[in-house]
């Protein structure tokens, strides 16, 4: 079974410039979830979709950061403009509820700098 | 909101048993996390438990739940090298909006020779 895939992997941007990322959840599963991770922290939830209609949101900075997900089942998610506070890891995961249990999968990360 | 909290670093002796604790506020979670994240990768599901069992074993790993105290732990028998990464323990709420995972700040475990 493939994994939740995630590109770009890295990107280096300059402030105020913006940036976008992808992501490909595992086949059928219905909930996608964007965190971020800053250095050295656990991750954060910024925006939770189930299918293409949007759960929670209210951690996602609204006034840079937006997301779609507009077929339910890839997402983009946007930051415009980059503040050198958004160096971070971006991970996307999504679920799959089972009546034997509910397991979250990540992906690899994208990795942002800020500079 | 929930807080989940966890001590920020573990040596142990390689061969020798680890335990990551880890707590949290809120007590209608309904499953329990442990993930793993090596340098540079992205985070790799271990093990979970749901919320009406006190323990669960898989090989080297054991969790225990202590829903009273809310209180979680990770126990690696035989500890490798392999094993040196950051563990996070999350916590999963059902909420009417949906599950929510919430992230302790993570335990960096160091195996040495």
């Known amino acids: 079974e493939a994994g939740v895939a995630q590109s770009p992997r890295y990107k280096i941007i300059e402030k105020r410039q913006s940036v976008a990322f992808w992501c490909n959840p595992i086949s059928g599963h219905a909930t996608l979830y964007w965190y971020q991770q800053i250095l050295g922290q656990g991750p954060k939830l910024l925006i939770q979709f189930q299918n293409n209609g949007v759960v929670d949101d209210s951690q996602l900075p609204k006034d840079r950061f937006s997301a779609e997900r507009l077929k339910g089942v890839d997402s983009t998610l946007k930051i415009q403009p980059a503040k050198l506070e958004d160096s971070a890891v971006y991970l996307c995961?999504?679920?799959?509820?089972?009546?034997?249990?509910?397991?979250?999968?990540f992906g690899e990360g994208s990795w942002l700098t800020v500079v | 909101g929930e807080d989940v909290e966890q001590s920020l670093f573990l040596s142990v002796r390689e061969g020798d048993s680890s335990v990551i604790n880890c707590t949290y506020t809120d007590s209608s979670s309904t499953y329990l996390y442990w993930y793993k994240q090596e340098p540079g990768a992205g985070l790799q599901l271990l093990t979970y438990i749901f919320s009406n069992m006190d323990m669960k074993q898989d090989q080297r790993l054991t969790v225990l739940l202590n829903k009273k105290d809310k209180h979680l732990s990770l126990r690696i028998a035989d500890t490798q090298t392999g094993d040196s990464a950051i563990y996070f323990c999350?916590?999963?709420?059902?909420?009417?909006?949906?599950?929510?995972?919430?992230f302790g700040t993570g335990t960096q475990l160091k195996v040495e020779l």
């Open positions: 995961a999504s679920t799959l509820v089972t009546v034997s249990g509910n397991t979250i999968y």
């Open positions: 999350a916590v999963d709420i059902l909420t009417g909006g949906g599950n929510k995972l919430t």
